[in-house]
Each structure stands twice: as structure tokens, then as C-alpha cells.
């Protein structure tokens, strides 16, 4: 799109290998090779405007040219590493398309880096991953934020005389002063225009002299750069904003700052009725950071939807220095700031090249396994369990597991047992003793090794068996998390996470199932509509979001299956239709009569399926 550079791509390669930058600065592995493949970027919206995003062929696509470069079929000049830079949030699907490339990608020794996503600590525990976070292949990143001070400013929002928000919020941007000005709510079919969207009929700013609020997931330089060019004094955005998360090369005096959602909603409400919000935006102060060294707040957090372990790892990704594209006015190189959990991916995806460089012999599974099994403990109880990424403990690592983190699976049954196996492998040149810390109980879960002392010669690899009894898991846990350590002779213990997994079982995820006729004659034009809800959400101090994974619709007659009319797949919780035309399974009219149209809804995290039927009479 004119005007509109897509930035994203740039930043990432600049934390993975840029150099050269002011003071020193330069990416995590600066000697690496960067092969740039594009999977998103400027395209056609549902709106009739344009907006950046991906689709899942794109990026199934951009994988098998990173496995398979020149396409010739031979993947010896695969990339090592392939890092996703973008994700779909609420879709911590471990069986779909992207799900299946991430695991081709990682049997052609390819290891995919992937996001968590951005979608918040209010996200619920299970489900808040993005895609392809969720897949079981994938190392997906979770963001931390380490810095021990960050910017804030007093914010003052009212209505009239009603007060809707007064307190103090991060803050993204360098103002030089202070700000009150009436909030223009900017919707998104304008902003998808670009500058031209800020500007009515008449050639009037429609931003001038206001804080223009921006649509969620609007906020760039470009977006902030095009706003003060119309004359806003201020950008606002829908969502939390991460202080100083927002890139150097703003303009100078343009504060920018993030609102709630929930305050976003009700100044658009009040907008929309003709009542005047105004904003009042007061002097930068510095506060200490309290999330310093943990989970950023806007990380999403895991399961994944079969009760997988996500995100496996944190690091760095907030108010990160890179590059940005272009040049600046005088024709000077521009650097700036970036934040999010593909910032992280980036870091751990640099952190991955240096580890390759050392060990060009290890599998893309053992490159995993290093960076997982020699993250340091950070000790927070938001991070579950999770290591912060360690790259000197990653080069000096002589033992991986395989798989890098453990994932027993749903605990469905009272006393369930249940077994995993673990691959230890001897990435060094030296035979190794290794000690399996076993036996300890993590809420009510008691996990237990076999083989609790190892010989396993230099090259070579062992397996144990790791059994977690669930008998004792405390009613109404939702998941359990711990460690498992690996005491390696003369060198650095390995860390295994392993998580088991409890989902509500009295979620219904298929409910008020109805059919309706819509005409005299269930016909291609009148069809009959198959409704239901599909899918739930668990409310309590850790919701959950249950998805549905297959949803079949199928057709009975007399006690006998026809086939199936439907079938879909990776369903969030919300209502569903279908559309019965009187044509069965092959396409086929069906005779008069009666039917029964049975739904069955199959969830991936190891619960048990649900089935409903409704009465289908053909006149």
C-alpha cells in the first residue's frame, strides 16, 4: 500500500542479524543469513479496504520454501531455522494444517520459532496461544519484560462531568507536553486508507487538534507518523500498550498510550450517541517496573488445546531496539522500538542461529532441546513453570531431551496413570552420567522415573519412562506444572517441564441444537437451518476457553448412517448454522420421509465426545 511500508519483517531480521547500529547495537546473531520468505502483508479485507494479515496457505506455503528453497524437491539447502513473525490468536490447535507443517518442517530438520501471541494475561489459561504456538512441534515463545523502570503518565478521561478513567497508564512515545484534547474515534475502514482516511470530503483533517483513537491492532510508525501529519495531538489505541514499547522514531511531542478495552468501547459508545469525550494526557514520570524480569502482561499464555505445554520458553520482547525501513528526512538509517511475543521469537530465533553455528551436527529437535533445556528458572508464579532463555547455557549443554518439554496429557479418570517416554541424547564428545531427579508431587501429581541413573556414551542416546499418577489431583485443578531435572555429571543439569492437563468435564460443548425450515419445501432455496453453540468457556480464577476440533454433521435413516452432510473442523466456542437442502450426503435429492440428522462434536484435548439429533422430516 502507498505510504504504508509492512515494517514487521524488518524489525525481526534486524533483532536476528542486523549490525552496524548506533553504539554497537546489532542483532542477536549478527554473522547469520537471512532468507526473507512472505507470508503477510498488505491485502484485500472483508470491509472492501485493505488491512496486513496472513492466511494459513500462505503460511503453510512460506514453510515449504523454507524447508525446500529453490523447490527442486532436494531439501539439503533448507534454512536451519524458520521463524513466524505473525500468529492467529485464540488458535492453540495442535492437529490442523499449520500444526501438520510445523511437524514436516521439523522432520526435514527445520526448527519453526512461533509466537504465543499478544492477547494478554487477562487471557484465559487454556487457549490464549496463538497459531501455529499451538502446534506440538513448534518452540513457542512467550515475551518477558525486562526493564527495571518504565514511562508513565497520568491519564484523565470524563464525559461531561462523569469521570470514565482517571489514573496513570504505560505510556509509548516522547511527548514534551502535556495534552487535553476531545478523542476522535478513527474507525477502521479509515484507517485501513491510510492518511487519506484522517481527512473528509471537504480536504479537513477530521484529527486535528484531537487525540485520534485508533482501532485495535492499528497502532505502527506509520499509523502514529500519518496522525500527526493530520494535526492529532495525541494517538490512542484499543488495548494495553506496554510503556516505552513503541518505536524511537515517533514525532516528537505525540504521546502515545493505550486504553482498555472496555474504556475504548464505551468512548466510541458516547461518540456514537454525539457526546464529547475528552482526554487529558499530564506530565512523563517514571515508575519501577513490577514485571520486571517476568511475563510481559501482554503475552498470551498456554495450554494449547490438547493440554500441551505452551509457551515452552520467554525471552526478551519489550522496547527492543532494531532497525526500521527506509531512511529518515536528512536520508539517515532509522532504528526504533518494537515489542510483542514475535519480538521474543525473534530473540530466541537469533539465540537458535549462534546454537546451530556451535553444533552444526545437531537435529532441529536437538536445537529445541538445548534452548528449552537450559532456560534459567525465573521463579514467577505467572510463568508456570517456564525458563527465560539462556544462550550461554544453550552453547554449553551437552544432553537434550527429546521431546523438550513433557505433556501427559488430560487427566480424565480417578488413579489414571499415565506414561511418556523421554529420549535423552549426548550432543558432546564425552560419555556422561546422568541423575533423573524424580519423584516429586506438583499439585496432588506424582511423576516417577524408571531409570533414575544414566551412562550414555558420547553420540549416543537413551530412553526412560516417565509415569504421572493423577490419583491424588486436587479437585477442580485445571493443570498441574512442574520440572524435571537432569543432574549431568561436570556439566549444567537440564531443565524438562512437563505439564498434566485437567479440563472441565461438565462443559457442554454442544448445546441448544435446533432446525428450522425457512419455506414450504426444504429445498437449494429454502433451505432448513441447523443451528447450535458449539464449544464453551469455563469462567473461574483460571478460565478456559473448549474449543471443538471436528464437528460432524451426519445423516441417519432408520437406525442406519447415510454419511456425513458436514464436517468442520477447529471450531471456536459461538453458534454455528448449516444449511440442509434436501440433498444428501453424495448431492443426491432425498427421497420424503424422515431423517435424523445427528451432530458430533470432538474435542482434541482427550475428553469425551458429545453428540446431539434433531428430527429431519423431508415433505
Known sequence: MPGRPEGHGTELAGIVTGSDGPDGLHGVAPGASILPIRVAGWQPDAEGGYAIYSRTDQIVAGLEAAVDPNGDGDTLDAARIALVGVGEPYAAFADGPLARA????????????????????????????????????????????????????????????????????????????TVTAPIFPVTRAAEAQGIAGLFGND????????????PRGALSDQTVDEAASAGALAVLVEGALPAGAFSLDVPSGIPVVGLQESLSSAIRELRAEGIPVTIAIGAVSSAENGGGGTIAAFSSQGLAFDGGLKPEL?????????????????????????????????????????????????????????????????????????????????????LTAEPATVSFGTATRSGRTIDRTLTLHNVSTRDLNVVLAAGRTVDGVDVTVRRKRLRIRAGASATVVLRADTANLAPGSRLAIGVLELHVSKSRSVRVPWVVSAPDP???????????????????????????????IVPGAEPQIRPVDILDVQLWRNGKLLGELAQSRELLPGRYTFGLTGRGPNGGRLRRGDYTVRVVARPGDGTRRQVETVDYRLR
Open 102 to 177: 510445523v511437524a514436516g518442517a521439523q522432520a526435514l530438520d527445520v526448527l519453526v520459532i512461533a509466537p504465543a501471541g499478544n492477547d494478554g494475561r487477562a487471557g484465559p489459561t487454556f487457549g490464549s496461544i496463538a497459531g501455529p504456538g499451538g502446534a506440538p512441534d513448534a518452540l513457542t515463545v512467550a515475551a518477558t519484560d525486562g526493564r527495571l523502570a518504565a514511562p508513565t503518565v497520568r491519564v484523565h478521561v470524563a464525559a461531561g462531568l462523569r469521570v470514565l478513567f482517571d489514573g496513570t497508564l504505560p505510556l509509548g512515545g516522547a511527548p514534551t507536553q
Open 314 to 398: 520467554l525471552a526478551p520482547g519489550v522496547a527492543f531496539p532494531t532497525s526500521e525501513p527506509g531512511r529518515g528526512t536528512s536520508g539517515e538509517v532509522r532504528y526504533g522500538t518494537v515489542s510483542g511475543t514475535s519480538v521474543a521469537a525473534a530473540t530466541t530465533a537469533g539465540a537458535a542461529a549462534v546454537v546451530a553455528e556451535g553444533r552444526p551436527r545437531a537435529s532441529a529437535a536437538e536445537l529445541r532441546g538445548l534452548l528449552v533445556g537450559s532456560a534459567r528458572a525465573t521463579g514467577s508464579a505467572t510463568s508456570r513453570g517456564l525458563g527465560a532463555l539462556e544462550l550461554d547455557g544453550a552453547v554449553e549443554q551437552e
Open 506 to 536: 461438565s462443559v457442554d460443548l454442544l448445546s441448544h441444537v435446533s432446525l428450522k425450515t425457512t419455506g414450504g419445501r426444504v429445498s437449494d432455496a429454502t433451505p432448513a437451518v441447523l443451528s447450535m453453540v458449539v464449544g464453551g
Open 203 to 214: 480536504g479537513k483533517s477530521t484529527v486535528a487538534g484531537q487525540a485520534a483513537l485508533l
